[in-house]
């Protein structure tokens, strides 16, 4: 969405990532002027899909691309009211969809409803609106909620190299030899 709205060109945000960008826009838009579907409301299970979401929000910035007569690349005047209302259906989907999961594994006994934790951490786990919105979540059913400091919240691929790092030092499920290992991209 950022990409799509030009925000590295955006006076206020050309220094900021993409997910940083449509958070501090966010803070003074409103996010009442667009309302997004949420996504996946058909299916009672717990996964997450932002694809229907991202093509919602791409028809919203067309057409308000043409109403106001600018090409692709040049900033909206709606840019903050388009920014806040993506960031609050994001939100929205990710604590329902977390609230499934929450549900789910108490009732089948994969977690105790005592003393339970959700942990958040990716640079999702940087946008203090979705942060402040689990955190809500987690105190209405009686969970902790533990988030590294934003600082720390970076990019997930940086997060599970690390965490290879840790392994390695301790010697942990650590593979010597790829002799027979044949790997894939998806």
Known sequence: V???????????CHSMAGGKAIEHLAQTGNR???????????????????SGLQNLVNKVIIQKEKEEGI????????????????????????????????LFCIKNSILSSKN????VSGGVA????IRKGL?????????ALLCPPPRLCTDNGVM??????????AGLGVL??????????K
């Open 135 to 143: 955190q809500t979540l987690a105190d209405a059913n009686d969970f």
């Open 176 to 185: 010597h030899s790829t002799d027979g290992i044949r790997y894939e991209p």
């Open 2 to 12: 950022a990409r799509r709205l030009s925000l590295g060109k955006h006076p206020e």
């Open 32 to 50: 009442q002027q667009h309302v997004f579907r949420l996504p996946m409301q058909q299916y009672r299970n717990c996964d997450f899909s932002f």
């Open 71 to 102: 090409q692709e690349g040049e900033i909206l005047s709606c840019v903050k009211d388009i920014a806040a209302a993506a960031q609050h259906a994001v939100a929205a989907h990710i604590i329902q969809r977390t609230y499934r999961a929450m």
């Open 160 to 169: 599970i190299a690390w965490n290879g790092i840790e392994r390695l030092r």
């Open 116 to 119: 339970a934790t959700l942990v």
């Open 126 to 129: 940087s946008n203090q609106y």
